[in-house]
């Protein structure tokens, strides 16, 4: 996959690049391509990117480690903001930070990495926990023991409190 010029897709028609793809992706290992279909729209002060796209991963059961086939699927949408980086030389020694502050950017003037871009959706699409669909259900009580009556199961060490429980 290509890193696309972004000033490139401005001029695209409609302004937007749009392609299918079917490849592996570098840094995760899967069963199958990856495939599906990806579309960048530039929108001026921003770009838009979405994509649908699925493959097959084994992942290792967290409750039986036994490991199992995934079918891992994406449908993800994302705007990037276009503006040019400060440089470093020009940032305050002390900053606050808005939340909305928080966001991707890319240089108007740069590229656009597809293959990354992609792959980070993949890894954050990934379940956790990885849970096998045979997994044995959790069976969650209070009671440790449950052949225990809950009279034994208190400590010994309490029982003197007990006597000193106030009658209402």
């Given amino acids: 996959m290509e890193k696309l010029y972004i000033p490139q897709i401005a001029r695209a028609v409609d302004a937007t690049e749009s392609f299918e793809f079917k490849e592996f992706i ?3 290992e899967t069963l ?4 599906g279909f990806i579309s960048i729209r530039h929108a001026g002060s921003f770009i838009e990117v979405s994509a649908k ?3 097959i991963i084994t992942l290792t059961c967290d409750r039986t480690l036994v490991q199992f086939n995934y079918r891992l699927a994406i449908n993800a949408c994302e705007m990037i903001l276009l503006a040019e980086p400060l440089p470093e030389s020009e940032y305050p020694k002390e900053r606050e930070v808005e939340t909305g502050d928080l966001v ?3 240089s108007p003037n ?6 990354t871009w992609l792959y980070e959706q993949l890894i954050l699409a990934i379940p ?9 259900a959790l069976n969650l009580t209070d009671n440790p023991n449950p052949t225990l009556q809950s ?5 010994k060490r309490w029982a003197a409190l007990s006597s000193l429980q106030i009658s209402e």
């Avoid at 740069?110 to 293959?115: K, L, V």
């Avoid at 956790?128 to 044995?136: L, M, N, R, S």
């Avoid at 009279?151 to 400590?155: N, R, T, V």
């Fill in 26 to 28: 570098g840094g995760i």
């Fill in 32 to 35: 199958t391509p990856v495939q």
């Fill in 53 to 55: 796209a699925s493959t």
């Fill in 104 to 106: 991707e950017s890319l």
């Fill in 110 to 115: 740069g590229y656009f990495d597809t293959a």
């Fill in 128 to 136: 956790y926990p990885k849970i096998a669909p045979d997994a044995p």
């Fill in 151 to 155: 009279e034994d199961s208190i400590d």
